[in-house]
């Protein structure tokens, strides 16, 4: 895992945990969050699933299977994966190395078992909520050049109303990962007028052998129409998860 980072306006420098006993704690506290947990397999393809078991004695997890249920074939056979969790305590990622992903069974219901992770990287507490958008209803997301051209195209996974996290294909040039660097971004909300936001990039995670970033924004200069947009899209996230909450309570 490849990152960069900024601890300025009192941002905190991403942890890594690395000691089994630290990781265990960090991945129990995520299960009693009953945090989402997402599955990327590089090509945009993402993947939701929770955490349904830890064995620190055998050093394996058991996650549910994954939603789309195309992925359940799919992720045992894909080079590498990347693994990320939401919680109030902030994004956490960590890797998933080829072939160690295998299907089973628990309490009679299928899963996935999987090793407990060698390293975890995870961020800062944030200051404002963040929604993380539902899987096929993400807005794109478009990087400006100087004269407002399109030069790149990406999907965000996340917004409030100080910074978003986006993913982004390679073919991107690099330079764009480069903490402080800064970008004018366009989002085009679904049933909301599209608007255009400058950001601060303060983190970006390379997933998948080199194949996409995950980069995390700050807005700058936010103006008061736009700081308006950015609360209508937040609170727009917010409905639509609670309403997916209800139809599964529903069920």
């Known amino acids: 895992m490849t990152s960069v980072s900024s601890s300025a306006d009192g941002d905190v420098e991403p942890q890594y945990l690395t000691v089994p006993a630290e990781i ?3 991945l129990v506290r995520l299960q009693k ?4 947990l997402m599955l990327s397999m590089g090509g945009g393809q993402r993947y939701r699933s929770s955490l349904l078991q830890i064995d620190r004695q055998t050093g394996r997890m058991a996650i549910d299977e994954v939603v789309p249920l195309d992925g359940n074939n799919l992720l045992r056979h894909a080079p590498g994966l990347t693994m990320s969790a939401q919680s109030d305590a902030g994004p956490s990622y960590w890797q998933i190395p080829a072939g160690t992903l295998q299907g089973g069974v628990l ?3 299928p899963c ?3 090793p407990l992770p060698a390293e975890i990287r995870y961020m800062q507490r944030r200051r404002s909520f963040r929604a993380s958008f539902l899987i096929g209803q993400a807005p794109p997301l478009a990087i400006l050049d100087e004269d407002g051209a399109v030069v790149a195209e990406g999907e965000m996974l996340d917004v409030s109303e100080h910074g978003c996290r986006f993913m982004i294909k390679v073919g991107a040039p690099l330079e764009w990962a480069a903490s402080r660097q800064r970008l004018q971004l366009r989002i085009e ?3 909301l007028t599209a608007f255009e936001v400058a950001g601060e990039v303060r983190h970006a995670v ?3 052998r080199q194949e996409a970033f995950m980069i995390g924004i700050h807005f700058l200069q936010v103006e008061p129409a736009v ?3 950015l609360s209508q899209l937040v609170v727009q996230v917010q409905r639509e ?3 997916q909450q209800l139809a599964m309570d529903l069920d």
């Not at 969050?33 to 989402?36: D, H, I, N, Q, R």
């Open 107 to 109: 309490d009679g219901l």
């Open 189 to 191: 909300p679904q049933g």
């Open 241 to 243: 998860r609670r309403r």
């Open 227 to 229: 700081s308006r947009r």
């Open 206 to 208: 390379e997933l998948n």
């Open 33 to 36: 969050a009953k945090a989402v």
């Open 112 to 114: 996935h078992w999987l």
């Open 24 to 26: 265990y704690m960090h």
